[in-house]
Nanobody, 113 residues
Framework: QVQLVESGGGLVQPGGSLTLSCAASGFATNEAVMRWSRQVPGKGREWVATSDSDNMYADSVKGRFVIWRDDRKSMLYLTMNRLRPEDTAIYYC?????????WGQGTQVTVSS
């Protein structure tokens, strides 16, 4: 059973940094494409970054966010630097496995002074 559990969200001031974690289970992460997305209530989900043979980033976060993983621990991370108020959202960890998409429950990130 595929499970993804995010953690590490919270309140941070503009310009600050935060690292989100995603604990994966039920599949071999070293064989999976994994990603982060985010959603503001009332708006659609926005793709943020993907970890595959190459890392890819949305233009809105490129140069500020870093996606990385530790497959020995089945963990995915998102280090967010130079945070802006517009980065405020619920952040979700996701993967595609066996032809289906799976998502975690999300973790709230609020950027505010």
């Amino acid at each position: 059973q595929v499970q993804l559990v995010e953690s590490g969200g919270g309140l941070v001031q503009p310009g600050g940094s935060l690292t989100l974690s995603c604990a994966a289970s039920g599949f071999a992460t070293n064989e999976a494409v994994m990603r982060w997305s985010r959603q503001v209530p009332g708006k659609g989900r926005e793709w943020v970054a993907t970890s595959d043979s190459d890392n890819m980033y949305a233009d809105s976060v490129k140069g500020r966010f870093v996606i990385w993983r530790d497959d020995r621990k089945s963990m995915l991370y998102l280090t967010m630097n130079r945070l802006r108020p517009e980065d405020t959202a619920i952040y979700y960890c996701g993967t595609t496995y066996g032809g289906s998409d799976f998502w975690g429950q999300g973790t709230q990130v609020t950027v505010s002074s």
